[in-house]
């Protein structure tokens, strides 16, 4: 009996292959669409989960409130490992860990490598084996280092590393005590090449800030004996901070808790002192892309099986009178569907491997189909099966349903009803459509308005260096030979790059500042020279810092417009700032420019002079000259007078494009998502006009016997469709306005959502779905009336 | 084999209530080849239909076999249907994707008969029919009158006690609907019971009794042949 299903089944495929296309082609792009995203989901959800110990690893959140308003963040302070160790017997074992990025060097060999210092511990709480070496002793040797596969074959090649010596910015020497595997691309400990003890810590910045209990330096990873209650470990340890400090006389308020690794990625972003949220807002949102366009393609599916009723309806008939049950028609029809989703589903898994890179591209992931396990086998099988029966269902309980006597004696008539599933269907397909296109319109706009936005400073030409030991002696005669040769045209140290927000403070007073303005925090960056110069900043008053030309700029300050507003200084200049007991004078009043997110007003802003702490050189290239004869010349310079240190640089506006792309990403994946949707949605709605102008095949051709032109037939037909498209849009527009709404609030700096949008798309919709629909209404229209009353 | 007593179906629309079947009974015998005849909407293909038990009176009996199967559910029908009953339609009725042997086998696989014992009988029944050398053709690359010989062996594989015709040669030429007929009636001697639904004066000779119908009711019995009980 299946034999003969699937003799039908293949047969009738091939007698319809423009249906069988459609059909086809609809899953086959929806279910490609959503294994990609499930590819996504999957990645995501797997993030540091695959440590051998991870139901048992936490990190640690410090929880405290300011001015009322509730704070939580991932840093501890030094203190905290050997008290959780010592109080709580709960604690098998726990890590301070620091992100560290050291030049490394080895022989001629310098790679600036990213790493962590961290405890001797570490390799056990998390479970990692060592390649060589003996993982359980390599971190408690004081002059040791852990490197990982990939940077030991960066630097020795294919030889053994083992034992070898690794030269630490051009100071200390560690010795290879152990090899790693490489942290997996879904590790948070991915770009962490190497491990180095913590006496490194003590070692190159002293034990001043490891002993303090104030200063949140470190990440503290806990491993916790098993079976432990959470909830009630929570409640034991959270005082901790306290306690160990009740005997000073402002003891620290600071509560700790314990964050499970499977939470890492997911939630971790903190609101009102609580993680809520996070990475699971994107996993969310990309599983009901998914999940809305399988759904589009299954109703697709169904409209199309439905459409080709009207052949089907005789076999039913015929099957039913030679004694098939309606179960049996049942299966059959399901039996149909799987196998067209099989079909569907191994073209969808060829269009997803051969769109993975360019999707990888997209969203900066490594994702891959991972053959060799059984579980992705039985998980395609599976989601292919399931895609079958319910794209299979409604047709198959539909068609299954007819009357043998009706069929095969008076031929098929299709119902008119006023409630019409199908249409049913169809809207819903065009209000998906619909909402997704208006959001991507949205979001791209504000991409968009957000990176017209004016910086407040030339971004273009300007590039960074890392301000190294070497650097720091050098730089006066670096400075003085690029401007010499003409290939910068000036050139300025600061503490952050210009584009990035590495620091703020507070605690300043001034004339006229109040208590509460101690807590007024400011934006902090540093200058020698040249600052506006060098960055393009407007200067709106006063002058430059110039620590060559004046020698008290050691302590000057320039401020921006809105730290001038915020402190209400009426002259500005030459205005006296006080930092406890250091004191500082403005010389000079710049124009707000954006160095944090391009979504958010700008902050007030302090720039120093050098009293303060230096991080990059930057420099505004000389446009004259062509941008890679200037670099190799710079890199000749830097070889001269800085050669302990690779020449490794940074365009500021390459960084600062980065601030876009997580907005970019999601802009890219909803115009391509919102494409596909309208695209299957279109092969339903096609369907949808076929099945009509069938079951009205009788009523054209009596209307064109009686004399009604084409024209008004194929309108007649077509308007019922952009109707339902109307309807569409109806429902998909405040559903659209209200999600695209709350996404703008996460953006300060925001477009308001425009009524036009909202009409183009509409309209477009509309415009699309008439050239689907006017091409099988004109078809009908221009049949001949004989050929459809002969029937009868 | 079969009595009826007084029949009724209706079939209503919104407003209209149409009386399709009126009270209508009569009885046919084992072997027996009956003609029933009428002008359109007189109810003959109702009857057909429900002696046929794909559709359920509104009243009355109906005894097949010594069952009362009036309000067997629908599921009870069809088993009793395939097991007991060929169809034979004015339209051939077969299925378009399936070859001349697929559609002959398929009353076959409904029943459960397996796929060796299968093959022998359906080849048995196309060999009967002369149609054998067409077994592997499909439904649209046969005439007519192949079609209806396809369709009448689709009827008899099972080996169904009744037969019934809905006007079987309403679609052939003359000498394609005379094959039809001597098919019939060869089944017919055989043993196999047949009520055949005709307009046609000259198939209905074929049979032993014609029930004339009109507005749902028997009209009048001509018999035209003696039949002996099997």
């Known amino acids: 009996m299946i034999r003969n299903y699937f003799k039908i089944a293949w047969r009738s495929l091939f007698a319809d292959k423009k249906y069988a296309f459609m059909n086809i082609a609809g899953l086959a792009v929806g279910m490609a669409a959503a294994v990609l995203i499930a590819l996504w989901i999957v990645d995501e959800l797997s993030f540091d989960r695959s440590y051998s110990t991870t139901d048992r690893l936490y990190q640690v959140y410090s929880k405290d409130s300011f001015d009322g308003k509730s704070n939580i963040w991932g840093r501890t302070p030094g203190p905290l490992v050997s008290a959780l160790k010592s109080d709580f017997p709960e604690v098998e074992d726990a890590v301070r860990f620091a992100e560290d990025t050291e030049l490394l060097s080895v022989g001629d060999k310098r790679l600036n490598t990213k790493g962590a210092i961290t405890d001797s511990g570490f390799l056990k709480v998390f479970g990692v084996a060592s390649i060589s070496g003996n993982a359980a002793t390599a971190l408690t040797n004081p002059s040791g280092i852990v490197i990982t596969q990939s940077l030991s074959k960066k630097i020795f090649g294919n030889t053994d590393a083992l034992g070898k010596t690794i030269r630490i910015n051009n100071k200390f020497d560690r010795e290879i005590t152990a090899i790693i595997p490489d942290f997996p691309s879904n590790s948070r400990f991915h770009k962490t090449e190497f491990l180095l003890p913590f006496e490194y810590w003590l070692q190159a910045w002293g034990s001043g800030m490891t002993e303090s209990w104030t200063a949140n330096n470190f990440i503290t990873y806990v491993l916790l004996k098993p079976n432990m209650d959470l909830e009630m470990l929570n409640n034991k340890i959270q005082n901790t901070i306290r306690s160990h400090t009740s005997s000073s006389s402002d003891p620290v308020q600071t509560q700790i808790m314990l964050h499970p690794a499977s939470k890492w990625r997911l939630y971790s972003k903190s609101e009102n002192g609580q993680l809520i949220g996070g990475e699971i807002t994107n996993v969310w949102r990309m599983g009901r892309i998914a999940i809305f366009i399988l759904l589009i393609a299954c109703i697709n599916f169904m409209n199309l099986s439905t459409a080709r009723s009207g052949k089907r309806a005789k076999e039913v008939g015929i099957r039913k009178v030679v004694g098939g049950s309606r179960k049996s028609l049942v299966f059959q029809f399901l039996g149909e569907s799987v196998l067209l989703s099989f079909i569907s589903g191994a073209i969808a898994f060829a269009l997803a491997f051969i769109f993975l890179p360019s999707f990888n591209l997209l969203v900066g992931k490594s994702l891959y189909f991972s053959y060799d396990n059984p579980s992705f086998w039985l998980i395609a099988f599976s989601f292919i099966l399931l895609t079958g029966l319910l794209a299979g269902s409604y047709p198959a309980f539909f068609l299954s349903s007819f009357k043998p006597i009706k069929v095969l004696k008076s031929g098929f008539k299709l119902s008119k009803n006023a409630f019409n599933p199908r249409k049913l269907l169809v809207v819903s397909q065009f209000a998906i459509a619909i909402l997704l296109i208006i959001c991507t319109v949205i979001i791209k706009q504000q991409t968009l308005f957000a990176k017209e936005r004016d910086l407040g400073f030339d971004e273009n030409n300007l590039l960074y260096v890392t301000l190294n030991d070497e650097l720091k002696g050098n730089y006066e005669i670096i400075k003085k030979e690029l401007i010499a040769k003409n290939l910068a045209t000036s050139v300025t140290k600061t503490l952050s790059p210009i584009s990035k927000i590495q620091s703020d403070r507070w605690g300043f007073s001034w004339e006229g500042s109040s208590e509460s303005d101690k807590k007024q925090d400011f934006i902090y960056l540093s200058s020698d020279a040249d600052f506006i110069k060098t960055s393009g900043v407007k200067l709106v008053d006063g002058r430059d810092i110039d620590i060559y030309n004046y020698k008290s700029d050691s302590t000057a300050l320039l401020l921006n417009e809105k730290a001038v507003k915020v402190m209400g200084l009426k002259n500005p200049i030459g205005a006296i700032i006080r930092d406890d007991d250091k004191q500082m004078h403005v010389v000079g009043v710049v124009k707000d420019f954006i160095m944090g997110s391009p979504y958010e007003p700008v902050q007030p802003l302090m720039i120093e002079g050098p009293s303060a702490w230096f991080g990059y050189v930057n420099m505004r290239l000389n446009p004259l000259n062509a941008t890679a004869d200037n670099l190799k010349q710079i890199e000749a310079i830097f070889k001269e007078h800085n050669p302990l240190f690779p020449f490794e640089y940074s365009f500021t506006d390459q960084q600062y494009e980065l601030k876009f792309k997580g907005e970019q990403t999601m802009g890219a994946l909803a115009s391509i998502f919102s494409g596909l949707t309208i695209f299957i949605a279109c092969l339903g709605l096609f369907a949808l006009a076929a099945y009509t102008t069938e079951t009205r095949r009788k009523e054209i051709g009596i209307r064109k016997v009686l004399g009604a032109p084409v024209l008004l037939i194929a309108t007649l037909l077509s308007k019922d469709f952009l109707k339902l498209v109307g309807i569409a849009f109806v429902i998909a527009a405040p559903i659209a306005y209200f999600v695209m709404n709350n996404w703008l609030e996460n953006y300060q700096y925001r477009i308001s959502i425009e009524w036009w949008v909202f009409a183009v798309v509409g309209l477009s919709a509309i415009l699309i779905a008439l050239i689907t629909v006017s091409f099988q209404a004109i078809k009908a229209a221009i049949a001949n009336p004989v050929k459809s009353l002969r029937t009868e | ?230």
């Open chain 2, 1 to 230: 084999m079969i009595t009826i007593t007084d029949l009724e179906k209706y079939y209503a629309t919104e407003e209209v209530r149409t009386i399709a079947l009126n009270k209508l009974s009569f009885k046919v015998k084992e072997g027996e080849f009956v003609a029933v005849m009428g002008p359109s909407g007189c109810g003959k293909s109702t009857l057909l239909n429900i002696l046929g038990l794909l559709d359920d009176p509104d009243g009355g009996s109906f005894v097949f076999n010594g069952i009362e199967v009036a309000g067997f559910n629908e599921r009870k029908r069809a088993d009793l249907r395939k097991h007991n009953i060929g169809f034979v339609f004015q339209s051939f009725n077969l299925i378009d994707e399936l070859t001349v042997f697929e559609n002959v086998e398929l009353p076959l696989i409904y029943t459960g008969v397996k796929p060796a014992e299968r093959k022998v009988r359906v080849d048995a029944v196309l060999e009967k029919m002369q149609i054998m050398h067409r077994r592997k053709h499909f439904p649209q690359q046969l005439s007519g009158g192949q079609q209806q010989r396809v369709a009448v062996a689709r009827a008899v594989v099972n080996n169904p006690k009744l037969i019934l015709a809905d006007e079987p040669t309403g679609n052939l030429d003359s000498s394609n609907g005379n094959e039809v007929m001597d098919l019939l009636t060869e089944l017919n001697e055989a043993g196999t019971t047949i009520i055949m639904v005709t307009h046609s004066e000259h198939d209905a000779k074929y049979s032993h009794r014609i029930i004339r119908m009109l507005d749902g009711q028997k009209v009048t019995e001509n018999v035209l042949a003696e039949f002996k009980s099997v």
